[in-house]
């Protein structure tokens, strides 16, 4: 199964009502290129990222049991499946491993939904959720291989078109892969997609390198956000044949890209939601003198007092 235009269409008439329709900023340029620069800045959703429009696409498109609605997450996902659920009135439980961010937690908690310590990983969550799922009949929102949070997240891209036309190339970090699989089959070679991930971090990459969706190890200051082992197989499927490539960006540049961003434009980023501006940043990717860039702010769930830190 592959995703459409049509699809992400469907999913955004759906959704449209329950989500905001984030702003695109373009600067005529910036960054050091030499040339336009458009930010898309999902991280004003509702709930701190991209992930409320994959959880609204889940929930409204099927009925709802009345165990509710189950996610794993490292923060973003459980957060944007609490607030969807609470929006709905639905009861939601998000399992979350150890390592999750103190500030995302909270956000989880603050939308209502009931919170499980699922183990030091995020596959020990998710591992918990499952088990939950088969025990209990509630819906599991799987936070990237799906094809309704697929769709959802695709969305981003047909308003980032309509606001911005006649981009070149957008830059997209990725973790599990379900916002870059939305965005490319959105645009389908029409625009160059290029995936941005942490050098310690980096499913996607290792996936299009195997020619399948691999294991790899985590070790990343952005790994509570792009930390998934693995892609699986419709993530793989869709990017093996719409993304360009993706570029590797160091834990350092991640961090810069933060401060950048906080320092010169008081936007308050989390590592992950910095990192596809980390590839411009660093070098990771050179666009051409004049080539229309886009480069998607995904994620504002940071520990003010550790964005002080990197800030100073």
Known sequence: MLITRADIELAHARIAPHIRR????????????????????????????????????????QPVPKAGVAAASGGNHGAAVAYAASQLGVKARIFVPEISSPAKVAVIRHYGAEIVIG????????????????????????????????????????????????????????????????????????????????????????????GEPVDVEIDSVAADSLGARNVGDLVYSICCDTVDHVALVPDAAILQAQRTLWRDYRMASEPGGAAALAALLSGAYRPEPGERIGVLLCGANVELSKLSEVAS
């Open 119 to 210: 183990g030091a990983r995020y596959a020990d969550a998710q591992a918990a959720c499952d088990r939950h799922v088969a025990e209990s009949g509630a819906l599991r929102i799987h936070p990237f291989d799906a094809g309704t949070t697929i769709a959802g997240q695709g969305t981003v891209a047909l308003e980032w078109e309509a606001d911005a036309p006649a981009l070149d190339t957008v830059l997209v970090a990725a973790g599990g892969g379900g916002l870059i699989s939305g965005i490319a089959s959105w645009w389908g070679g029409q625009v160059k997609v290029v995936g941005v991930e942490p050098e310690g971090s980096c499913a996607l990459h290792a996936a299009l390198a195997a």
């Open 22 to 61: 984030t702003p695109v900023w373009t600067l005529p340029q910036a960054f050091g290129h030499a040339g336009p620069v458009s930010l898309k800045c999902e991280f004003l959703q509702h709930a701190g990222s991209f992930k409320a429009r994959g959880a609204f696409n889940t929930l409204l498109s």
